[in-house]
């Protein structure tokens, strides 16, 4: 690790110009899970750079001012290449400007918020960071399916199945355990890959498991079946991305819990929103 800190370059960006930037979450869809930290810089950015996982209701809150880029990355379909995009926040800050680089879900959950900051970091340019609701917290509480329950899941394991080479290829040993819950966050292209092998590897194809799409949002689908069915439902069901799996006993709580969307029971349905 260099601990060596250009003081110059972090004079220049902070005294003179006064720019920065905020890597901000902004969770998994619905504005209403924004912190009021996000919300706050989103309506006094100069700049906002946003990935495509950033849905229009929070791009309505921010300023109108505020100039809009967009460097949005879908897989096998980079539209900005990562280090133009460092060199973007790098050389927007140093123009003076308050840069907001928006995330969706959390920025350090699969999101390359790492990755920026180094840039920013070595180049001494003054960041903050605003966590967001990941994936994983806000579309499970959305699915009604909690990660953890005492009766029968302990530990929670998030991964990603997207492999640099495009294929999927986890640790099955140590993901196929009774007792705890594994969520996946990527689209459908290895899901049936993800089935297959966990129920060899000592699951069995009867455990239960789910796809959400489009968790958070008025458009939110859940399909829940087991190992064995998933795959087919889900390809049946024609879910659109983002699509997140949840794999586990808590799984089967969803028909006690759901609340939200189409699929809960419609005396447990949420009201309309009061705000
Ligand atoms: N930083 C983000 C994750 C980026 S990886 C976070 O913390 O949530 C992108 C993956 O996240 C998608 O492929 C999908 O698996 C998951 N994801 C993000 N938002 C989602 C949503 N609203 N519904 C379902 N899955 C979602």
Redesign the pocket.
């Known amino acids: 690790m260099n601990s060596f800190v250009d003081v110059a370059a972090m004079v220049r960006a902070w005294g003179a110009d006064g720019g920065a930037v905020y890597l901000v ?1 902004a ?3 619905d504005p209403e899970l924004l912190t009021l930290r996000a919300a706050r810089l989103l309506e006094r950015a100069d700049v906002v750079v946003y ?1 495509h ?1 950033v ?1 229009d209701g929070v791009l309505a809150l921010v300023g109108a001012r505020a100039e809009r880029i967009y460097v949005g990355k879908e ?1 096998a379909r980079h539209s900005v290449p990562q280090e133009r995009i460092n060199a973007m926040l790098v050389d927007l800050a140093r123009a003076g400007r308050s840069v907001v680089r928006l ?9 390359r ?1 790492g990755e920026e900051l180094q840039a920013l970091a070595a180049a001494g340019v003054p960041f903050e960071v605003v966590p ?5 917290c ?2 499970s509480a959305y699915a009604g399916i909690p990660l953890t329950h005492r009766d029968c899941a302990h530990s929670c394991v998030v991964v ?3 492999l640099k080479d495009g294929s999927c290829n986890l640790d099955w040993q140590a993901l196929a355990r009774p007792g705890q819950t594994v969520v ?4 459908l292209s290895g899901l049936e890959t993800i089935c297959t092998q966990l129920a060899a590897h000592g699951l069995g194809a009867d455990w239960p498991a789910a796809v ?6 008025a458009g ?1 689908r859940v399909v829940a079946g087991t190992l064995g069915t998933l795959a087919a439902r889900v390809a049946e069901a024609g879910l659109a ?5 949840i794999v586990g006993e808590v799984v089967r709580l969803r028909e006690e819990l759901a609340w939200f969307g189409a699929g809960a029971p419609v005396g447990r349905r949420r009201p309309a929103p009061v705000l």
Do not use: E, W
Not at 184 to 187: D, K, N, P, Q, R
Not at 212 to 217: D, E, I, P
């Open positions: 979450g969770g998994p869809g990935d996982l849905g897989r995330k969706g879900g959390d920025p350090f959950v699969f999101g918020g967001g609701i990941t994936a994983a806000g579309v990603t199945g997207h996946i966050y990527m689209g959400v799409g489009n968790g958070t949002l939110q991305s983002p699509c997140l799996t």
